[in-house]
Nanobody, 115 residues
Framework: QVQLVESGGGLVQAGGSLRLSCAAS????????MGWYRQAPGKQRELVAR???????NYADSVQGRFTISRDNAKNTVYLQMNSLNPEDTAIYYC?????????WGQGTQVTVSS
């Protein structure tokens, strides 16, 4: 079955960096686009970054220039490098892929940025 397992979240001071990882299994990873979403308390889940199977990336305006999404098809893993973090980045971060009409999500990893 499809599994997405996030890791790498934690508590960091404003201006700091974190790298999130998402290990995928249960599907042919290299053929699928992958995304990172986040959900802050009281807010809707929003797309942070996405990478296609060919490596094309797109980002939310709020993270453009600070976050970088990448993938390692040999390891079936997608990463999110987050730099210059600020308190507004505090959220649960989720890994996502879509297979046909079904969205799959990981369990999420908490990122907390202190001011």
């Amino acid at each position: 079955q499809v599994q997405l397992v996030e890791s790498g979240g934690g508590l960091v001071q404003a201006g700091g960096s974190l790298r999130l990882s998402c290990a995928a299994s249960g599907f042919i990873f290299r053929f699928r686009a992958m995304g990172w979403y986040r959900q802050a308390p009281g807010k809707q889940r929003e797309l942070v970054a996405r990478i296609t199977s060919g490596g094309t990336t797109n980002y939310a305006d709020s993270v453009q220039g600070r976050f970088t999404i990448s993938r390692d098809n040999a390891k079936n893993t997608v990463y999110l490098q987050m730099n210059s973090l600020n308190p507004e980045d505090t959220a649960i971060y989720y890994c996502n892929t879509n297979l046909g009409t079904i969205d799959y999500w990981g369990q999420g990893t908490q990122v907390t940025v202190s001011s």
